[in-house]
Nanobody, 120 residues
Framework: QVQLVESGGGLVQAGGSLRLSCAAS????????MGWFHQAPGKEREFVAA????????YYADSVKGRFTISRVDAKNTVYLQMNSLKPEDTAVYYC?????????????WGQGTQVTVSS
């Protein structure tokens, strides 16, 4: 069983920054496309960012380009999401994901989520 555990969420003022971390266990994930989705109350889960093996390729939703940066350290089975210039509309539960299909924006494995709240 693959377990993904997110951390780093919290409350921040608009324009501020947070860094989310995702620690994976249970299986070697170095060759998985990994990344992040988010879900706001009453809305569907949406793709945010993904990163390919060795960090060679990254993918971002248009809404976060230029503000968020995804990275991974495969030796630690860890993925990060650096979030800068946060906006109130970024408020959501952020979910780590592994085995992302970048065409369908689906994933094989999911974390439990970490809350990010951005106040105006």
């Amino acid at each position: 069983q693959v377990q993904l555990v997110e951390s780093g969420g919290g409350l921040v003022q608009a324009g501020g920054s947070l860094r989310l971390s995702c620690a994976a266990s249970g299986r070697a994930l170095s060759n998985y496309i990994m990344g992040w989705f988010h879900q706001a109350p009453g809305k569907e889960r949406e793709f945010v960012a993904a990163i390919g093996w060795s960090g060679s390729t990254t993918y971002y939703a248009d809404s976060v380009k230029g503000r968020f940066t995804i990275s991974r350290v495969d030796a630690k089975n860890t993925v990060y999401l650096q979030m800068n210039s946060l906006k109130p509309e970024d408020t959501a539960v952020y979910y780590c994901a592994a085995g992302i299909n970048t065409y369908t924006k689906s994933a094989l494995y999911w974390g439990q989520g970490t809350q990010v709240t951005v106040s105006s």
